[in-house]
């Protein structure tokens, strides 16, 4: 059996919000749309910005680079960074701004019944990607923190 690569992180307690908000940010919208990586490469990359440890929480999986047991059939890879506060807005519009800039993330579509709103959230949409594959971005908040995730769908997402 296979771990999908969940990989929360402590908060550096030196960090503002504001900070660690935008550094969230920045790095799911730099890192999170990039295919080909690995779990340990996300979280490298991600910490490569300054060096330091993430001052949010990642979760980072992709079925197609190594298996992950008990994560959902019908995603075959989930991005997400977690972080304190309400910052769904600054999120949506970094979020917006990334899916329009070349290449231009996919075309929306309507919301696979795979994926829903939930309680917090801000945006969810479908996006219609190459070679038959779909994504959903989802900003949301729970728990007190914003979330921003991309889960890529695989090519058969509809027979699942």
């Known amino acids: 059996m296979i771990r999908a690569a969940l990989i929360p992180l402590a908060l550096a307690g030196a960090a503002s919000a504001n900070s660690v908000a935008e550094s969230a940010i920045a790095s799911f919208t730099t890192l999170c749309f990039t295919a080909g990586q690995t779990a340990e490469e996300v979280q490298m990359n991600m910490q490569a910005r300054d060096g330091a440890p993430l001052p949010y929480t990642l979760i980072f999986w992709d079925k197609t680079l190594a298996p992950a047991p008990g994560m959902p059939e019908e995603i075959e890879r989930r991005c997400e960074v977690a972080f304190d506060g309400d910052h769904t807005e600054a999120a949506i519009a970094a979020l917006r701004e990334k899916m329009s800039t070349p290449p231009v993330f996919g075309f929306a579509i309507d ?50």
């Open 111 to 160: 919301l696979p019944a795979t994926h829903e709103a939930e309680p917090g959230t801000a945006l969810i949409e479908g996006r219609e990607l190459l070679r038959g594959r779909v994504a959903v971005v989802h900003v949301g908040t729970r728990a007190g923190q914003t979330f921003m995730a991309v889960d890529r769908l695989p090519a058969d997402w509809e027979a699942l």
